[in-house]
């Protein structure tokens, strides 16, 4: 039985020995488990210390170590297997490429989270200094950079499987100059998006509205940005279409101007008439948030005498806005009536004259 076992192992197979085949299972068997094992432990070390002392880096290091992907560890492990080996030159050269290949993949998965982790920082950052225009920059600048890092990681892994890149990327120039002509108006959006994240417009989460709609900006893509509007549907508008017109963005108002014209009847008196605008400027000082500017007899109207008043609301809110506006009007109502001067209303009058006849 031992004879035959030992032949069996010394039998040849794929220019390996059946020994040399079983040790190259149980080093890619061991070196896997082991990278497991190391994996969980590391991920587990620094997340016990991040919880402990809440130091930021094991915190990343811990996401990054969790970020190593199963089949690169594996491919690792086979390519640790596969010294043991004697193998042809083709499949050697193979085994390389696959393994390079995974580790420039895994290259990608570790930068792609390291690019979140940044953003994330700054995010945060920003975000506590109340700048939200840069929240806003960095979450789309994050997109681009995503973009950039995996077309390095795919150029790189054509070349190792032996793509010759740069006539490549010369025939994707050419290629790529007839399609822009047949894609205008998608590098027309990109390149708007480029302006929105750059020249910052508007931001995520500010009201905005143009002469065709309005609503709350949830997402600003490449080719579309995303609006919520009053009435609940979302709107989907091209990047290029909505910078073509005039934007109203209500997020960037930090106090709203109100101007207003009424008349009071020709019948008042002189006195009570230059009374006018001292009465104005004490309903608007009574409203919380609101600023008296000024108040003036402005002219003499078909039905009577127009004044003219403005106010400032030291408040962006809609609402506020239009809680000052009731209250102004309702005060200016309730003092108007109290000094007994009445607001002006239409009345046309009709003069008949009465002419004797002619006849008798």
Known sequence: ML??????????????????????????????????????????????RFRRRGTVWAGRGAELTRRTTFPFLLVVALLAASLSLKLPEAASRAIRSLAITFFLIQLGVWGNELIKIWLTRVAEKRRSEGDNAAVTTFASLGLLFRIVLWTVVV???????????????????????????????????????????????????????NPSFSGTVERIGLRTTRIRSLSGEEIVIANSELLRSWIRDYARIKERWVSFTFAVSYETPAEKLAAVPAIVKEVVESVPKARFDRAHFKEYGEFGLIFEAAFFVESPSFREFMDARHAVNLGLRQRLEQEGIQFAFPVRRVLLERRGNDGG
């Open 3 to 48: 004879h035959l076992t030992r032949e069996f192992l010394a039998r040849s197979l794929g220019g390996n020995p059946v020994w040399a085949w079983l040790l190259a299972v149980g080093i890619l068997l061991a070196v896997l488990g082991a990278l497991l094992l190391v994996r969980a432990l590391v991920s587990k070390s620094l997340d016990k």
């Open 155 to 209: 150029l790189l892994i054509l070349q190792n499987l032996g793509v010759n890149v740069t006539a490549m990327l010369a025939g994707v120039g050419i290629i790529g100059l007839a399609v822009g002509f047949a894609a205008q108006s998608i590098l027309a959006d990109l390149f708007a998006f480029l302006a929105i994240v750059v020249d910052k417009p508007f931001l995520i989460g500010d009201f905005i509205a």
